[in-house]
């Protein structure tokens, strides 16, 4: 497995403002994932974040929203622009450890629970 | 378009009253299913993975099962600390997972 944490763990937040979430993991790894989790809901994937390469975004949310850096393989940053209260979640990141058979399992984060007013 | 169903949504349990929890998949090419438990408030802890059908898995009072529609997560005695989230996912093509709504878990003593 992997030991991930997170930064900031929660945070309130005004509306029109932004919020960067950082992602640090203990080893390096190629792939990097972050979700959304809106209250009450499961997970929900915002954009695969690989080193050396530009975010993949998932149908639903855009770069200029949600920008991602992925500056080294043990580290990434989640930005949330221009918040409104529908942005209120817990933002997860994951990562993908590769095992022998060929197949990947991811591990994740703690969460960062953001409040939008 | 890959989907997974959880059921039921919730379950109360007694302490000792074992019980399964369901997870449908439709998927393109499963290359893997997995469980997590989540507590409020937290990250989802992985439990689980199985790659193929008639696979099984246990770690204390689980055991997770697979066929090639649906897995189950069986408890076995359960106990308070067992009460959380239990969400289920699949890998397709790709390393996307779909996640189900997940099926909320109390244990009473």
């Known amino acids: 497995s992997a030991v991930i944490s997170q930064k900031p763990s929660r945070d309130i937040c005004q509306r029109g403002t932004s919020l960067t979430i950082q992602c640090q993991v203990d080893?390096?790894?190629?792939?990097m994932f972050w979700y959304r989790q809106q209250p009450g809901q499961s997970l929900t994937l915002i954009a695969t974040a690989n080193q050396g390469s530009e975010a993949t975004y998932e149908s639903g949310f855009v770069i200029d929203k949600f920008p991602i850096s992925r500056p080294n393989l043990t580290f990434s940053t989640l930005t949330v622009s221009n918040m409104s209260p529908e942005d209120s979640s817990i933002y997860l990141c994951?990562?993908?450890?590769?095992?022998?058979?060929?197949?990947?399992?991811?591990?994740f984060g703690p969460g960062t629970r953001l409040t939008v007013l | 378009e890959d989907q997974v169903t959880q059921s039921p949504e919730a379950l109360r349990l007694q302490e000792g009253e074992s019980s399964s929890l369901n997870c449908s998949y439709t998927v393109s090419g499963l290359r893997g299913l997995f469980w997590y438990r989540q507590d409020p408030g937290k990250g989802p802890e992985f439990l689980f993975t199985l790659y193929s059908a008639g696979e099984e898995k246990e770690k204390e009072r689980l055991k997770a099962t697979l066929t090639k529609k649906e897995s189950f997560l069986h408890i076995t005695a359960p106990k308070p600390e067992d009460s959380a989230t239990y969400l289920c996912a699949v890998q397709g093509y790709g390393n996307k997972l779909v996640f189900g709504a997940g099926t909320i878990l109390r244990v009473k003593s």
């Open positions: 994951s990562v993908a450890i590769s095992r022998l058979a060929g197949y990947n399992e991811q591990f």
């Open positions: 080893s390096q790894v190629t792939m």
